[in-house]
Structure formats: structure tokens, C-alpha cells
């Protein structure tokens, strides 16, 4: 889902950091890869 939110040129392994984000799922893929 995240890749959706991003575009294509975004370097890999980075996202935009919010202050108020909690990580809902502790088993999730934090990459671009599939």
C-alpha cells in the first residue's frame, strides 16, 4: 500500500516520517520490495 503513496522516483527504504506514527503491524515489510 505504501508504494501507492509514494512516487516511482522515491529512493528505496525511505518514507516521510509522521510524529504521531505507531506501528500497527509489527510483521510488516517496511520496504518497496515484494
Do not use: F
Given at each position: 500500500?505504501?508504494?501507492?503513496?509514494?512516487?516511482?522516483?522515491?529512493?528505496?527504504?525511505?518514507?516521510?516520517?509522521?510524529?504521531?506514527?505507531k506501528?500497527?503491524?509489527?510483521?510488516?515489510?517496511r520496504?518497496?520490495?515484494?
Amino acid at each position: 500500500l505504501k508504494r501507492l503513496l509514494l512516487p516511482e522516483s522515491w529512493p528505496e527504504g525511505v518514507y516521510p516520517l509522521r510524529a504521531d506514527y505507531k506501528e500497527w503491524d509489527k510483521n510488516a515489510v517496511r520496504d518497496r520490495g515484494v
